[in-house]
């Protein structure tokens, strides 16, 4: 099968106008139904509630959505459940959050790849292979899983790699992939983006962060500007404008992050991402780089995906192979500091067969304690990182 050009990235999305303001189009239903399924994933992504962790949303609905497109009868209805989306707008969106204004013009650095990878011997329906070409960064490889898995392995590792700029180096671990395994879909993501405004390297200085075992000196930036602000539903918001029209939202609770960050649905979430208006603040906002990893079958079934790990899962609108997924891994970084935020994310479907006026004086925020921490794309919504930071390092 000769490979597939990667393609470009897609002018057209779910909410696809450019929006006048960061929130103007964060109201729609596909909006706050992606932040349903952002928080329903956070709340069982397999990490304690007292451990810093990151996943990218943006990474998980491309890999998702194009198992989706994928699959047929419950199998399908199953993931289409669960992403609160069909594969068709899912992709569109995906495609409209690939394409950040100044992108690839000494600007944002966006990278983005969503590879099927095959057993040359795999029979691919033509159907599937022009959805997946309206995918940004598609691609179709093939993978020697039989004769060589760990080969294959280190393949799929180095492509992921190569659009992470090194940050995931290998996202499959030894002995992951079997000589049973004949296909796999791999979504990788790659965003460097600069704050408009970036922090002055001499105002950082270490400060007391009240991490879960005791209080720490860590590494804090302070920044005295205006910057979207709110306080409600007992959290502090702070929107911070990115290159490229997107934003990083810090959700600051004013109690205990273990016990708000249940409560926070998507009704709530939506009205907190909504609620900031410009106010001068005196940020203090602690560098950080938090990692996570994990394997998605647990989640991904309490929230009603379970055919598709099975031998009843339906991938008849990729192959006529009977196939069933026998694993979803997905790993992330996200580093802040002074001159912006810095993300990798992959995550990797494996199939085998059956985000002149006197001033008043600003007002103080100290991000001194657990905190949630978003990146978003700017006419989507889409959440392109999602972190609690618990204890910055």
């Known amino acids: 099968m000769p490979p597939a050009a990667r393609a470009p990235p897609g002018a057209r999305g779910w909410q696809t106008r450019r929006a006048p303001g960061p929130d103007a189009e964060r109201s729609t ?11 329903s994933l956070h709340q069982r992504f397999p990490a304690s509630g007292a451990a810093s962790t990151c996943w990218s949303p943006y990474s998980v609905v491309s890999a998702l959505g194009l198992a989706a497109a994928a699959t047929a009868g419950a199998t399908r209805q199953e993931l289409v459940t669960a992403l609160r989306s ?15 204004p100044g992108a690839g013009d000494g600007g944002p650095e966006l990278a983005v790849a969503n590879t099927l990878w095959t057993r040359s011997d795999v029979p691919v329906e033509d159907a599937y292979l022009q959805q997946l070409r309206g995918w940004p960064g598609s691609a179709v490889r093939s993978a020697p899983f039989a004769e060589d898995p760990d080969g294959a392995r280190r393949s799929i590792n180095a492509d992921v790699a190569d659009t992470t700029r090194g940050l995931i180096p290998e996202l499959l671990d030894a002995g992951s992939v079997h000589p049973n395994t004949v296909a796999a879909l791999v979504n990788a993501l790659y965003l460097k983006l600069a704050w408009q405004h970036p922090f002055d390297t001499a105002a950082t200085k270490r400060r007391a962060f009240h991490a879960p075992g005791g209080r720490r000196e860590v590494a804090t930036m302070r920044h005295t500007r205006t910057f979207g602000y709110a306080a409600q539903h007992g959290w502090q918001v702070v929107a911070l404008p990115l290159a490229g029209g997107a934003e990083a939202v810090v959700l600051l609770p004013d109690g205990e992050l273990t016990a708000a960050e249940p409560d926070l649905d998507a009704a709530r979430l939506t009205d907190l991402l909504q609620a900031p208006q410009d106010r001068r603040l005196d940020l203090y906002l602690p560098k950080f780089e938090v990692t996570g990893r994990a394997e998605l079958q647990q989640p991904l079934g309490a929230l009603g995906v379970r055919t598709l790990f099975t031998p009843a899962a339906d991938f008849s609108a990729l192959t006529s192979l009977p196939l069933r997924v026998s694993t ?44 949630l921490f978003l990146v978003r794309h700017p006419g989507t919504g889409l959440v392109y990182f999602l972190a609690r930071v618990t204890d910055p390092s």
């Not at 909006?31 to 349903?36: G, I, Q």
């Not at 069909?86 to 950040?100: H, Q, W």
């Open 328 to 371: 979803i891994v997905h790993q992330a970084v996200l580093e802040a500091d002074e001159s912006g935020i810095e993300g990798a994310a992959a995550t990797a479907v494996m199939m085998r067969l059956t985000s002149a006026v006197r001033e008043p004086d600003p007002l103080v925020v100290r991000v001194d304690r657990p905190f």
């Open 86 to 100: 069909d594969p068709g707008p899912l992709g569109r969106a995906v495609g409209a959050a690939a394409d950040l």
């Open 29 to 39: 239903p596909a909006v706050r139904e992606h932040l349903d399924f952002c928080l």
